[in-house]
């Protein structure tokens, strides 16, 4: 199910992009490749020479999320592409009738010290988080769970790849704190993801570069779909599933500060992790017992 979804995924990217006349600059980051066909070597090695079925599975199902996190990635390139109408002011709108308002939430916040460059950090574990999340599945010796994380990661990041081809938006910081002045008015220095999205919205960025990628979409929140997905992933680890709770927890509460989210972007990203999950359960055990039949008749 994992490679079958791999494989979709690639062909819609690159049916997309080549429909919206964009390429990918593979030479832009050598090292990457040089480090992606290693470890597919590595992997290779322990499957078939040095027999040792753990070891490969464990290492297949991590180079399984690396291509569906690149793979996704080029998908929501092509969603930001394709370049429909903003609907910053909708959600804005959904905001207001949650009785949501981003300066309180802002000033909430900033009234408990050091309150902020905690939710900054936690943030900012996504990346952290995709590396040791797999890496902590694999030493409890839970393999499966692993899959089932890999696919529902993979489903999240097509459904948000989709909702975001007709959801558009930049984000709240821009929209609602700095519409009046422009980007322009950003302190020198300041990271903002608007360049490449007007970019590739205009039609002017024509090649993506592996060594630049950046996460480009609002609605839906893929840092609190991933929020939710990481912290059920570690939820059966009886010594992490409280540390993953918490750190989770922060990093989507996080999203409208650090992330510049609305909060309808929040619960949308929630939404999309647990239809993932369920998702993915789904598939597994269809698999599961469509394999069941076929043992029972060959015994």
Not at 7 to 24: P, V
Not at 163 to 180: G, K
Request: aromatic share 8%; proline share 4%; glycine share 8%.
């Amino acid at each position: 199910m994992i490679w079958l979804l791999i494989a979709l995924m690639a062909c819609s990217a690159g049916i997309g992009l080549g429909l919206l006349g964009i390429t990918i600059d593979f030479t832009s980051n050598l090292s990457l490749i040089a480090i992606a066909v290693g470890y597919c070597a590595v992997t290779v090695f322990y499957a078939t020479v040095r027999r040792d079925v753990r070891l490969a599975a464990a290492m297949t199902s991590v180079g399984q999320l690396f291509l569906v996190l690149l793979i996704g990635l080029f998908l929501t390139y092509a969603a930001t592409a394709v370049g429909l109408p903003l609907r910053d002011a909708e959600l804005h709108a959904a905001d207001q009738w949650l009785n949501f308002d981003r300066a309180s939430y802002l000033a909430a916040c900033a009234a408990i010290p050091g309150l902020i460059s905690l939710l900054d950090a936690a943030y900012l574990t996504i990346q952290h988080q995709t590396v040791l999340v797999p890496l902590a599945l694999i030493l409890a010796g839970q393999q499966l769970r692993l899959q089932h994380f890999v696919l529902a990661f993979g489903l999240s990041l097509v459904a948000t790849a989709l909702i975001a081809v007709f959801v558009p938006a930049v984000d709240a910081m821009i929209y609602l704190d700095l519409a009046p002045h422009g980007v322009a008015s950003l302190p020198p220095g300041t990271y903002t993801h608007i360049p490449t999205l007007e970019a590739l919205r205009a039609g002017t960025m024509p090649t993506i570069r592996l060594n630049d990628l950046e996460g480009l979409i609002t609605f839906p929140s893929f840092h609190t779909a991933n929020g939710v997905l990481f912290a059920w992933a570690l939820w059966r680890i009886r010594c992490l599933w409280i540390v993953g709770l918490v750190v989770n927890a922060l990093m989507i509460a996080s999203t409208p500060i650090s992330g510049q989210h609305y909060l309808i972007d929040v619960i949308a990203g929630a939404g999309v992790a647990a239809a993932a999950i369920v998702a993915a359960r789904r598939l597994a055990d269809g698999v599961r017992d469509a394999k069941q039949p076929m043992a029972t008749h060959a015994g």
